[in-house]
């Protein structure tokens, strides 16, 4: 197959930022063949240039939002970054535990969720400890910019591959069937966990404020200015006293004045009023 | 100190991806080509923990396992099954038997190493 010439880079880059706001790095650009294979395939073509210049025709309904979604990165798995998530099913998720106690609910919300597996790991956190969330309702939302990756989360049907990245032995004893080479979420896991398309930059995908926010790996495609940005919407759809998790590579350092890290919580930032006093207390 | 991991297949090839993933998270690698000789290995010097095919000539996975978790070792290495079976027969059989974790076959590095994060070693 053919190389991808620049004037196809610069074309489908700007798509994806004007879109998305995504950026399409050079670490990305590689994967541009590969991720637009099985749309050159569908249609007997040999090269990228044919497809963008087929999509920059519009001649076919729909063919930018399929390149759109092929370009786009869903590589994700279950409990990604063991250490952070024990982190957050011991102390961080004690701490938001009891500053809720009155109210018994926790909302929850997995923005970039991809294909689900994250939201699905946190929905097995809290229904493995039933003493634990005795009494509580815990609202937990997953939502992706892809269309695609959200209503293969919905499905909550993984290949063996997948199923395994990630996910202890027996929680995928305890939660999945199999059925041929896939597993299947158990009717009691996907009630648990709701998923709809959504874009980190637009306004929170429900009214209200979130206890925990899930924002990994997001955040690193989008410029420096665009990712200022998403964190303002983060930090408008977080309790002033929630947590946010991102991404083991990420930071809010140098980013955002919006949320800080905090000593206790090491990996996990809290919105900054909450974070600066506890510091000072 | 860098952990120890004992390979037990008996393809060579596999022994060898496995090898080169475990190495870049900083495991010390031996290898046994069947569960006599991966018995062998461990009850002269237990690793911390044991990457185990099923299928095996002399014994397999399931009886070197059975071994293992009857000696009197002073230590009790994990065990992480690395195996074509995929069914939750097997599965279920594996851990009954004292298996840690399971992979079934093909797997990449973030699999190992997340199953390897989960029996609390890398």
Known sequence: MSEVNSAAIRTLAAMLEARTGQQLVTSRVWRIETSLKPLLRERGMTSTDQLVAAMLKGSEHGLADRVIEALLNNETFFFRDHGVFQLLNGEALEVLRAARAARRR??????????GQEAYSIAMMIADAPERWQGWTIDILGTDISSGAVERAQTGIFSQFEIQRGLPIMMMMRWFDQEGENW???????RRVQFRRHN????????????LILCRNVLLYFPSAVRTAAFDRLASAIEPDGVLMLGAGETVLGQTAKFVSE???RGLYRPAVLGEASKAA | MSKKCLVVDDSKVIRKVARHILETLDFT??????????LDQCLQ??????LLDWNMPVMSGMEFLRALRQSDLPVRPKVVFCTTENGMGHIRAAIEAGADEYVMKPFDRETLESKLQIVGLA
């Open chain 2, 29 to 38: 690698v031996d290898e046994a080509v069947d569960g006599r000789d991966a």
């Open chain 1, 106 to 115: 926790l909302r929850i919300w997995c923005a970039g969720c991809s294909t």
């Open chain 1, 263 to 265: 000593r206790e919580l």
């Open chain 1, 184 to 190: 299947y979420a158990s009717a009691e896991l996907k």
């Open chain 1, 200 to 211: 980190v930059l637009e306004q929170p995908p429900m009214p209200g404020r979130f206890d």
């Open chain 2, 45 to 50: 010097t237990p690793p911390d923990v044991v």
